[in-house]
């Protein structure tokens, strides 16, 4: 039997597997796909949407190719990839999973970038959003914001060293790039590349916004899409004993690393999907809040199958290979707990005792975390209500749409 047909019949009983496990437990799948809907709902959606829709005017508008234009210098020289580059690498910091894939895509698809550099581009700029770390982690599920700064400088720099590293890709097969002269007049070069590529465009502003506000939604509906699947798959595992049969193995690696085997079920649900992990893991009262963090951290970089599967689906519509961003994703989850691990005590213990003696004013530290807490808060408040009236004006667009063809 050949691996293709092996491959097929793996397939095949997956899918069969996973509809019998729903019939055999309808009441707990609907509630993971509720818990599912709702993270989507509520947090996701009305996230994301901005950012998505910001992005779109920035490309339409020639803004990207003028930020490519000043970051080139910095760009090519650290990473190997253009200076658009650094534009994806801001928004992708800034709304979080799967941000980077969407705009290195949608850059690729225009050719603005390479196969290579895109590759390279997708590997680094797919975090996790500072409101996430800071208001759902950190708060939310550790009910400590100190632990904040640890996990999100540790997340960073993990993300940055593996764009360091995955600079190194594709170096054989790509083309070598003439070494271009130094430019005497960076802005002006940069502002003729704005007026260029709008007028390039040539679309009209509310044209612009229609696209940006339909192709964005529909993004964003796929990715509820695989929030449910997954959340839904993540509880069948652990009710068909799947997810204890895997921790068996991550026991043994877990001791190595002189870790708890009872962070070794919240571990797998995370390498699954990362809310639900960070949650078990800050509940784990047999660990010390060190391994806590640790292993939260490492979720966090890795950021589950389910965004992974995310940016599959995304990058499908290019000829960029998913394979090189998993392999970066195992690197960043590697980078951002040794970084949890070196910076721990500098970043919390000596913190928090300075905390403790009062050397530092605790309004002083109520002010590092109260913005971002607020602006996670609010999200949670009024995201539903925002995500009904932008789909409300989704199937408007979309309406108006099929109604010219007709």
């Known amino acids: 039997m050949n691996a293709s047909k092996l491959k097929t019949i793996i397939l095949a009983m997956s899918a069969s597997i996973m509809a019998a496990s729903l019939m055999a437990f309808p009441k707990e799948s609907l ?63 800034a709304s979080g999973y799967p941000a980077g894939a969407k705009l290195t895509a949608r850059l690729r698809q225009e050719n603005k970038l390479t196969a290579i550099e895109a590759e390279r581009l997708v590997s680094f700029t797919n975090s996790s959003n500072p409101l996430f770390i800071f208001g759902a982690i950190a708060v939310g599920f550790f009910k400590n914001p100190a632990l904040g700064i640890l996990l999100a400088i540790s997340h960073y720099l993990g993300n940055f060293c593996v764009g360091l590293l995955m600079r190194f890709h594709g170096r054989s097969k790509e083309k070598k790039i003439t070494k271009q002269t130094a430019n005497k007049h960076p802005l002006r070069t940069a502002f003729h590349l704005l007026h260029q590529e709008r007028l390039k465009d040539g679309r009209p502003i509310g044209k612009i916004l229609g696209d940006a506000v339909q192709s964005s939604v529909s993004t964003l509906l796929m990715i ?32 190595f690393f002189q870790l708890p085997s ?17 949650q078990m893991s800050s509940q784990t009262t047999q660990a010390t809040l060190f391994q806590q963090v640790v292993v939260t951290s490492f979720i966090l970089a890795f950021s589950g199958f389910s965004v992974q599967a995310q940016v599959a689906s995304i990058l499908a519509e290019t000829d960029i290979r998913f394979k090189p961003f998993f392999i970066a994703r195992l690197f960043h989850g590697t980078f951002a707990a040794f970084f949890t691990v070196m910076l721990w005590e500098t970043l919390y213990v000596n ?13 002083l530290q109520t002010e590092t975390y109260s913005s971002l807490n607020k602006g996670w808060e609010l999200i949670v408040q009024y995201g539903s209500l925002f995500t009904l009236f932008m789909l409300m004006v989704y199937i408007l667009l979309t309406g108006k749409k099929l109604l010219q063809k007709v």
């Open 31 to 93: 509630e993971a796909s509720i818990r599912g809907l709702t993270m989507w709902w509520d947090v996701v959606f009305p996230s994301l949407l901005p950012f998505f829709i910001v992005s779109e005017f920035l490309i339409g508008f020639g803004v990207v190719s003028f930020i490519g234009s000043l970051l080139e210098p910095l760009m090519r020289p650290l990473f190997r990839v253009p200076g658009v580059g650094g534009f994806v690498w801001a928004m992708g910091l």
């Open 351 to 363: 913190q928090q005792a300075k905390l403790d003696s009062h050397a530092i004013p605790v309004f």
């Open 262 to 278: 009872e962070l070794s079920l919240p571990f797998i649900s995370g390498i699954f999907e990362i809310t639900l992990g960070s």
């Open 224 to 255: 509820g899409g695989f929030i449910i699947l997954f959340s839904v798959l993540n509880q069948l595992l652990s009710l068909l004993d799947i997810t204890a049969f895997l921790s068996i193995f991550i026991t043994v690696i877990f001791t």
